[in-house]
């Protein structure tokens, strides 16, 4: 049976976090573009953001992907909708996936979402988790993406921020919040030093996890359970797809092909860090304006 193609679209690094969920759970071929090049989205017009993301999805389309995944929490909220309509293929976003799983585990209905301040100015996550009937206070976190990318995933410095914006957040929730969503996918790489802060009722919700969830179960229902899709693929698609089935291992059933639009090496350097392994080789895009 033919293995999944699945597409993975960031403005840069943190949707690593998405791409090392789904490949634990899922046995695929994964394509990651991140545009690093023209990061950060989050001081953009929602029409430039979703200029961008269309422009990486006709990309990531051109490499015969089953399946795209926006792991980027700035696209998902401003662009989504227009994502979808440009797309020929299933696309899952980040942002309905984290506020369902809130849905699921919140016993008193109330939760806290932590972002950046472009997602939070969104309201992208408290929409959300509105239609699943969750009253949600929004709390930016700007320092954490930095800290992360820096290294200090368990520094003194980094527990210190934690604890000020946790408890300013805490503050002005509802005093029943019992979820936490981290609502960036850098934010997983501190999800065990947010758990040593958080009071012990509180859940955490790792979108990155949750939508990994979702496309498992997309897979699964649709390709998984119906192998006569991929059977019955045309000739030129089978030979276009040869090289990477080819790399397929059946002790691991899982490849990885990554793509930057700025430097390859930073690119390599936090990647490796994000997905706990080591990434040797990532090829330089440029999608032009």
């Known amino acids: 049976m033919t293995l999944p193609r699945i597409g993975v679209f960031d403005s840069g690094v943190g949707g690593l976090t998405v791409l090392k969920a789904m490949s634990e759970q899922l046995p695929a071929h994964y394509l990651y573009f991140?545009?690093?090049?023209?990061?950060p989205y989050g001081t953009k017009s929602a029409e430039t953001v979703a200029r961008y993301a269309i422009g990486a999805t006709r990309f990531l389309e051109a490499q015969n992907i089953d399946l795209l995944v926006i792991a980027c929490n700035t696209?998902?909220?401003l662009a989504f909708p227009r994502i979808k309509d440009a797309a020929h293929v299933p696309v899952v976003g980040v942002v309905e996936p984290g506020a369902a799983m809130a849905a699921e585990l919140s016993k008193s209905r109330a939760a806290i979402v932590i972002a950046t301040e472009a997602t939070v100015s969104s309201h992208a996550y408290r929409d959300a988790l509105q239609r699943h009937g969750l009253t949600t206070?929004?709390?930016?976190?700007p320092l954490f993406v930095p800290l992360v990318e820096e290294g200090w995933i368990e520094h003194p410095v980094t527990e210190q921020v934690a604890r000020i914006y946790l408890a300013e957040a805490l503050a002005q929730a509802p005093e029943r919040a019992d979820v936490l969503v981290l609502a960036c996918t850098h934010y997983p790489l501190i999800a065990p030093l947010l758990r040593r802060i958080v009071p012990e009722h509180m859940q955490i919700v790792d979108s990155a996890e949750s939508t990994a969830r979702v496309v498992k179960k997309i897979i699964e229902k649709d390709v998984i359970c119906h192998p006569e899709r991929s059977e019955g693929a045309s000739a030129a698609e089978r030979s276009r797809r040869t090289p990477m089935d080819a790399k397929v291992s059946p002790a691991e059933h899982r490849t990885f092909r990554f793509y930057a639009t700025d430097s390859t090496d930073k690119f390599k350097r936090l990647a490796t860090r994000f997905l706990g392994r080591q990434?040797?080789?990532v090829e330089h895009v440029d999608l032009g304006g």
């Open 34 to 39: 991140g545009d690093t090049a023209r990061l």
């Open 75 to 77: 696209a998902t909220a």
């Open 279 to 281: 990434v040797d080789h």
């Open 137 to 141: 206070h929004e709390k930016a976190c």
